[in-house]
């Protein structure tokens, strides 16, 4: 016998978002003498605090004024505040399992939004 679990809601969250998440949970469990922090939390909060660059508030500004443009879907857009990509290179890696290649003018226009956070 199989069970199925029900996707009920999906969102998409920059790392910036998930820091600050993540902070209030470490607080709440620092709080509790009694309660440890699990091993998957503990390197989930390592790794936020190695990679979020942006102030949550900035990361989601980022995202949509890269919604904005043409070429650029939803998950695209997080990831790219995610990884803050600075040269054409990088960001063709982000683009790299799409269907379509972008030309140099819609990679230069996506590096000047990010060039306008990082």
């Known amino acids: 016998m ?7 809601h999906e969102e998409y969250l ?5 820091k600050e998440l993540l902070e209030d949970v470490e607080a709440e469990r620092a709080a509790d003498e009694e309660r440890e922090l699990r091993y998957e939390l ?4 390592e790794h936020v605090n ?10 989601v ?3 949509e004024d890269l919604l ?4 650029v879907d939803e998950v695209t857009a997080f990831k790219i505040a995610d990884l803050l990509p600075q040269s054409r290179d ?4 982000v683009y790299a399992q799409e269907r379509y290649a972008l030309d140099g003018d819609e990679l230069d226009e996506i ?8």
């Open 61 to 63: 500004e980022l995202v």
């Open 90 to 93: 990088e960001l063709r890696a």
């Open 14 to 18: 920059t790392t910036s978002e998930v």
């Open 111 to 118: 590096l000047n939004v990010v060039a306008k956070y990082a």
């Open 42 to 45: 503990a390197r989930a909060i």
């Open 2 to 8: 199989t069970i199925f679990k029900e996707k009920v």
């Open 68 to 71: 904005e443009l043409e070429k």
């Open 50 to 59: 190695r990679f979020a660059f942006l102030d949550p508030e900035e990361s």
